[in-house]
């Protein structure tokens, strides 16, 4: 029997998601061979609907796998991918309503259509000293462990090569997801990342709000509960922080791209 699935993207990052009556092992191998981008589906992550597991009576819970088939606590554009297609499934009436994740539940609003908002708790700034290639930089707790490092101009931004993990100094236990950071004006930055478990990313939701954490907090708290905009190579996302202990609000687009049915032959090629 085929299995169906969704593709879908929120800001360039995008997803396999496997709706709730899935019935897969999934391995890390089967997510390695979903994500390939040339004999799989191809994806920055895979996305498992599962019923359960928040406190919303009938919730739902997001099983997030990065593509080379490891866990991850949180991922911010996919949570909003994930909430468009509960809604456009019909399984969630549009609105607010909670999503559980190994991060923790996090609440979404969202409607029939548009953007979709995602609280997705407050920032922890971590006591430890990491650098990058010599440049200190902060690292983030988002509910993943992110190091964000500042730039100089927009040549140094476009110019990093990210096709490796990057050198980080003082590296978090779990590993960290790397940001690289162009402060372009007031609330206004621009960002690269190179996401654990995955590689360069066309965006990174968790990696936006922690960039705008560090920012914020280097610069005093400034504009607190105002929008930064954050520039990714996959479009344009908006987070607001109450800052220093509220929660982030992140907002942007989540795109259901495509349908489609996994073969049961290629299936049972992966044996």
């Known amino acids: 029997m085929s299995v169906r699935y969704l593709k879908g993207h929120g800001t360039g990052n995008d997803f396999v998601l496997l709706p709730e009556d899935t019935r897969l092992d999934l391995t890390p191998g089967l997510v390695r061979a979903l994500c390939d981008r040339r004999a799989g589906v ?7 609907v599962v019923r359960g597991g928040c406190h919303d009576e009938g919730g739902w819970f997001m099983d997030y796998r990065n593509a ?7 991922c911010g554009n996919g949570m909003r991918v994930f909430a468009r297609y509960l809604v456009d499934a019909g399984l969630v009436a549009p609105g607010e309503f909670t999503v559980g994740t190994r991060g923790g539940p996090k609440r979404v609003c969202l409607g ?7 609280d997705m708790g407050a920032p ?17 707790s988002m509910g993943n462990p992110h190091v964000v490092v500042p730039v100089a101009s927009e040549a140094e931004l476009a110019g990093l090569d990210l096709t490796g993990p990057p050198e980080v100094t003082g590296g978090l236990p779990d590993g960290q997801n790397v940001e690289f950071v162009l ?3 007031s609330r206004a930055l621009a960002l690269r990342v190179h996401e654990r478990g995955v590689g360069e990313t066309r965006s990174c939701g968790t990696g936006v709000c922690a960039a705008v954490a560090a920012t914020a907090s280097s ?21 607001r922080w109450h ?26 090629s992966l044996g």
Do not use: Y
């Not at 990058?132 to 930089?137: K, L, Q, T, Y």
């Open 219 to 239: 610069a005093g708290g400034e504009g607190p509960g105002e929008p930064w905009t954050v520039d990714v190579p996959g479009g344009r996302l908006t987070v």
């Open 68 to 74: 080379d088939g490891s866990t991850a606590e949180m």
């Open 42 to 48: 191809g994806a920055d992550g895979v996305l498992r």
């Open 112 to 118: 029939a259509a548009g953007d979709v908002t995602v």
């Open 124 to 140: 922890e700034l971590l006591d430890a000293s990491t650098a990058v290639g010599g440049v200190p930089g902060v690292a983030v």
């Open 183 to 185: 402060r372009r004006g």
């Open 243 to 268: 800052c220093p202990a509220g929660s982030v609000l992140l907002t942007g687009p989540a795109v259901l791209v495509a349908t489609g049915e996994l073969r049961p032959d290629w299936l049972a």
